[in-house]
């Protein structure tokens, strides 16, 4: 297994399996999860991206008005970076800035499932 060479541009590349899909929309759960915030999946691994990414923008739209503190320690927990943020913005011109956050969030719990499995794998 080789490390995965995940980008913003290629991320539904590695959702193609629906345990991925389903690790990923757990971890996403969870980190959200740590702060009260719900985000659910359905199991329906062909929209699984579009469907994470709906709720993402929703929530995020709500915490910035309502809780902006809470939204930046979730995404803090996300582990995702400024410097990301405005590589994402450049490789997605079409996301507004609400989109992009949430597809980051979506990008890096994926990045930490694939990651995982790259180690374990290593470790057999």
Known sequence: MNLPDLKNNNIEFFLNKKDIIQETADQIM???????????????????????????????????DK???????????VDITESEIARAHRELPHYNDMEVLAHQ???RDLKKVLFRRYYKAQLE
């Open 67 to 77: 809780d902006y503190s809470r939204l930046m320690a979730v995404l803090y927990q």
């Open 30 to 64: 969870k980190d959200f999860g740590m702060f009260g915030i719900e985000i659910s999946f359905s199991g329906q691994t062909e929209n699984a991206y579009h469907e994470l990414h709906e709720q993402l923008i929703n929530q995020i739209s709500v915490y910035l």
């Open 105 to 107: 969030v979506i990008f």
